[in-house]
């Protein structure tokens, strides 16, 4: 019997995404298909098919027409469809979903669960999909005592967690009816979350309600009711109220009902405030109280003025104060909705998710923005804020910690410069920051490192922070996944989260723009008298980051993922990118420079200083940039910058900064001393004598080994004096290049010295900078001169940042010098001093000679110089060959790369992790000689291993690591035994002959080429015995 069944709705009629999902209506399909299989009616494939088409539609038959591998029957047509339509789902992000779905307030056990299914079904759990429902279900379900009782229960499984929490749940609902029926009968009724008969007397005392209640109700109303149930037949310390041991399923707590929980609903059905316009009308001026609180919505702060009405369930603010302030600012559907104490509906406009400050006090809140009337501060915020009235005034109930007193800005200052708030971060205008890669990386997915529960809170909160701010956004997925990492401020203070960007920060193009010498940078500052430094707030998260750079800033956490929108801290090329958008900002600026985020401002006076750091603070303002007022100090006589104390006086060491070498213990072996001498060696500038000091603890250093430590008495008081020295050092003039300048030089049989001076206007000629070095073995051996001329050549070279393009004077204790130094005098100079001369050409000076006895200074410092580890070798006197330069070897990084690129490696590596055929008929034609060793084959990240010990070598390094091989010029055997040590590729041995049958040098020493003996050639017979001596052998 045939039966007439409609065909399912079409799937795709008309252009445009189907209505229904294939998935869905191929089952919609199936059972259609099954229904007419039923009735008796047996259809040929070629009428399944035809049927299918029919059924697609007009849109979907044009479609399926268009798509490849249709087939001529129904399971390939079915097959061509699902291919087309059903997107590839991402494991990895649809059991993300599936872990951050919870139970909604509205939602059932029953409904939850078959959500959870739902997408479980996408998540490819195979035998594990019970268990994963079953701890989703515990960890996402709403109510605690639900999740307490299946906590409890051993060996559970689905099912059981499933009739127990639906057992509860259907308990928990009869228990509430009847909860409630108690009361009602008990009380006359009342609409759910009214509040007004307390609240709004307070505003209405002159005015009768214009809906009077019924007698009965006033006299309840005139009684006091039980906090626990509602009830005005008893008080709460009545043993039989039944609320006694119920629990609130608002708060979770024990002891009331949900309906009088003092805990402010989520959400809200209906809310009843006073109305605006009674305010107005029954009330004067100065009946008002008034209430002044900061309002902050994604980093905007503006202060807004609020009429307290605790009898307002809810705080409003009319929509001109939104239009004026927040209008960029998104507004949230109300799930509630508002009516006056006359039961009128106020009109709504949304809600206003925002951060609400009051004093020390400050909470995550909603203000409700409505079309009009006053704006209003409801019971919500006026107990989330910890308010209190005392008469007339509102004061916190709390005691608020003492505010941290924000620096001063100079009056001067202050009346021109705009706010600079740090409660907002900065956005900079007209600029943006794209970060660019190298072409072949390739993305890398870290995983989810697991955070103690003690610093989840901790972390969530600063998530939610930075993402109100706009700082991170949420997204689904993304190539670039790199983990957090948390650690501990020094001051207790709440935990630090990090992201750790190392593994793209390896594929990262920096920025080439230069970052500021310090010397130019301190030399800048000759003349200043009055200091500021300027600090500005998460200066990083200031600057934008370009849209198509957010993915590789993505992170991980236990919230789920997000990225960047601004520029993070620890991306490699953030700080160039930055330095270069604070020159561009401060450029033309006088008496201000930048190093990265350190600003400083100064001037000669107190009115220059001023004038300077207005236009900083404007030019600041300008670009879209925000500061930290507490980090920020104004009118400083001194202060420390880039590891220095500056003052009007010149430059210190920052003192602290010294505490590292004051506080270090007396080394105990050589390496510990190394370490102590390469710490404090930083300040000898700052000490004239430095080498001196030292002397004794350098004897230690030769005189040890790393077996036997020699510490001495004189070392001791070395090194105690050396800390004394560097806490007590004299400070350095900073460098004016309108003054004379002079370098004065003296050499020693193993060392060099120089000063750097400048000749003020007081005639006081003071320091700059000191320096010495040891010569080396063959510089010790120039005569007396050479070394003489070596100290001034390397001094002038040392400090070119300060006497290029200037005259000064040159001062040494070797006469001579003042002739062979000079044009004049390079004809009679030896050949070393004469290229020391000429490279001195560049500069501009006079030599002049200043006896020993007055050169006590640089003589010092020649004579126990500084070791000169790190000081530039001397360039050789003769270069007598020139030769090509040696192949670079080839490191890891570079050895990684070039695999993960090579396209044969890359077979190679999915041939393996999907396993070898039986035979390799089906293989691909450059993956056939790995056949016949693919048991010996194994994939260590990127890279592929012969057995345990040899690299399977990527085509475009081959020739290179052949020619490494073959450094030397050695033979073909020996060349294929160093390459079989370590790698191995197909016809290794092949490739070598052919490389060294092509290098000419091999050809020209091949012992083949020489075919014949050279000819025997008669000498001439000797005079008298032992004249020639000569021996054969055979």
Known sequence: MSISVPLPTPFMPCPGEPAIPFPTWLKMFDNYMLVIAASGDSWPDARKRAVLLHALGTEGQRLFYTLPNTGDTFTTAIAALKEHFVPKVNVIAERHKFRQRAQRPDETVNQFLASLRELAATCDFGNMEDQMLRDQLIEGVANT???????????????????????????????????????????????????????????????????????????????????????????????????????CNKCGKMGHFSRVCRLTQKEVREVVINEPTVLYMNNSVQDKILCTVQVTVNGRCKDVELIVDTGSSVSIIPENIYQTYFSECVLTEPTFALVTYAKEKISVKGCLKATISHDSHSTAGTLVVVESGAALLGLDLFQALQMKLEGRKVITTSTSPTPTVEPAVPETVSDHSPDMSVQEVGYAKNFIHKVHILPNAVPVQQKLRQLPFSVRQAVSEELKDLQDKGIIERIDASPWVSSIVVTQRRDGGKPRMCVDLREPNKVIVADCHPLPHMDELLSNLRGATVFSTIDLASAYHQMPLHPESRDITAFITHDGLFRFCRVPFGLASAPSAFQKMMSIILAGLPGVQAYLDDIICYGSTQKEHDENLRRVLQALTDAGLKLNMHKCKFNQPSLNYLGHTISKDGLQPDQDRVTAVIHAPAPHDTSSLRSF??????????????????????????????????????????????????????????????????????????GLGAVLTQLHSDESERVVAFASRTLSSAERKYSTVEREALACVWAVERWRTYLWGRRFVLRTDHQALTTLLTSKGSGRAGLRIARWSARLLCFTYDVTYRPGNQNVTADCLSRLPLTAENEATEEPDMIAA?????????????????????????????????????????????????????????????????????????????????????????????????????????????????????????????????????????????????????????
């Open 882 to 1034: 020139v030769f090509k330069e040696s192949l670079c070897a080839i490191s890891l990084p570079e050895f990684t790369s070039a695999s993960e690129i090579c396209p044969e490696l890359s077979l190679l590596r999915n041939q393996i992790e999907k396993g070898w055929p039986k035979c390799k008929k089906g293989l691909p034609e450059n993956l056939t000689p790995y056949f016949q060793i693919r048991h010996e084959l194994s994939v260590h990240g990127s890279l592929i291993l012969r057995l345990t010990d040899r690299l399977v070598v990527p085509a475009s390094l081959r020739a290179r690591l052949v020619d490494l091989a073959h450094e030397g010029h050695q033979g073909i055997v020996r060349t294929k035994q160093r390459l079989r040590e370590l790698f191995w590729w197909p016809q290794l041995d092949k490739f070598v002959h052919s490389v060294i049958a092509s290098c000419v040098n091999c050809q020209f020493s091949d012992k083949v080429a020489i075919t014949a003996p050279a000819p025997l050639t008669p000498v001439e017979f000797p005079s008298k015995p032992w004249e020639k001596v000569a021996i054969d052998i055979t």
């Open 145 to 247: 005592r639900i999740r307490d009782r299946l906590l409890l229960e051993p060996d559970l499984t689905l099912a059981k967690a499933t009739t127990l929490a639906l057992q509860i749940e259907s308990g928990l609902r009869d228990a509430n009816v009847l909860s409630d029926a108690t009361a009602a009968s008990a009380s006359a009724p009342v609409r759910a979350v009214q509040k007004q008969p307390k609240q709004s007397r307070r505003w209405d005392m002159k005015k009768k309600p214009p809906d009077p209640a019924p007698a009965t109700t006033q006299a309840a109303a005139n009684r006091r009711s039980c906090f626990r149930c509602g009830s005005f037949n008893h008080l709460a310390n009545k043993p039989s109220c039944p609320a006694a041991k119920m629990t």
């Open 677 to 750: 001498l390469g710490l404090a060696s930083w300040y000898s500038k700052f000490i004239p004598d430095f080498a001196t000091v030292i002397e004794p603890l350098r004897a230690v250093l030769r005189d040890s080994t790393d077996l036997s430590f020699k510490w001495t008495t004189e070392a001791q008081s070395s090194f105690t004096s050396l800390k004394d020295l560097i806490v007590n050092s004299p400070a350095l003039a900073l460098y004016d290049p309108e003054l004379p300048t002079y370098v004065t030089t003296d050499a020693s049989d193993y």
